[in-house]
T-cell receptor, first 114, second 111 residues
Framework: NAGVMQNPRHLVRRRGQEARLRCSPMKGHSHVYWYRQLPEEGLKFMVYLQKENIIDESGMPKERFSAEFPKEGPSILRIQQVVRGDSAAYFC????????????FGSGTQLSVL | EDQVTQSPEALRLQEGESSSLNCSYTVSGLRGLFWYRQDPGKGPEFLFTLYSAGEEKEKERLKATLTKKESFLHITAPKPEDSATYLCAVQAQNQGGKLIFGQGTELSVKP
């Protein structure tokens, strides 16, 4: 019974490149959340998705960031034209039914922008 | 604005020395308060959910309690393997499943 799978674990990009982070939720989970953890800061909510729908993107930067959770395949967090300030750990969490239930987190993707 | 503040930022204990971690929160209608444990290089691991003031939950050496303004995580006779960062998060009414996290308390237990 695999947990939440994130890949890659580490991603290095140069300024101006694109970063794609993938998240496969736990089996049977249809709710996915993305969080960002900057150095010396807490986890910050970015976006909440269900299959083929963005439910809440109030934590997403207005530009360069996008997320999707297609009918088939993993959820993708995409960062275009990365800048040094995007360097952080990005965590994905999944849940079965939304509010009131515990979320299961993946091990994260550490993005480093050179 | 919904907010979570944890104290202390760091806590060093000797093995067997019991203590408590604090989580103060302001939220426009609490749906639930969550405690997670995070080890270095890993994602948060779920510990407890508390829903109403007066509620308590226990797991091994950990006990979580909730009031209308704060939550405590009590650690009884800690062991070195309890060393981790403990995260508190709240979920507000009408906010979907979004969690608002505090900064965490980094706990170190020395043998």
């Amino acid at each position: 019974n695999a947990g939440v799978m994130q890949n890659p674990r580490h991603l290095v990009r140069r300024r101006g490149q694109e970063a794609r982070l993938r998240c496969s939720p736990m089996k049977g989970h249809s709710h996915v959340y993305w969080y960002r953890q900057l150095p010396e800061e807490g986890l910050k909510f970015m976006v909440y998705l269900q299959k083929e729908n963005i439910i809440d993107e109030s934590g997403m930067p207005k530009e360069r960031f996008s997320a999707e959770f297609p009918k088939e395949g993993p959820s993708i967090l995409r960062i275009q034209q990365v800048v040094r300030g995007d360097s952080a750990a990005y965590f994905c969490a999944s849940g079965r039914s939304g509010p009131n239930e515990k979320l299961f987190f993946g091990s994260g993707t550490q993005l480093s922008v050179l | 604005e919904d907010q979570v503040t944890q104290s202390p930022e760091a806590l060093r204990l000797q093995e067997g020395e019991s203590s408590s971690l604090n989580c103060s929160y302001t939220v426009s209608g609490l749906r639930g308060l969550f405690w997670y444990r995070q080890d270095p290089g890993k994602g948060p691991e779920f510990l407890f959910t508390l829903y109403s003031a007066g509620e308590e939950k226990e797991k091994e050496r950990l006990k979580a309690t909730l009031t209308k303004k704060e939550s405590f995580l009590h650690i009884t006779a800690p062991k070195p393997e309890d060393s981790a960062t403990y995260l508190c998060a709240v979920q507000a009414q009408n906010q979907g499943g979004k969690l608002i996290f505090g900064q965490g308390t980094e706990l170190s237990v020395k043998p």
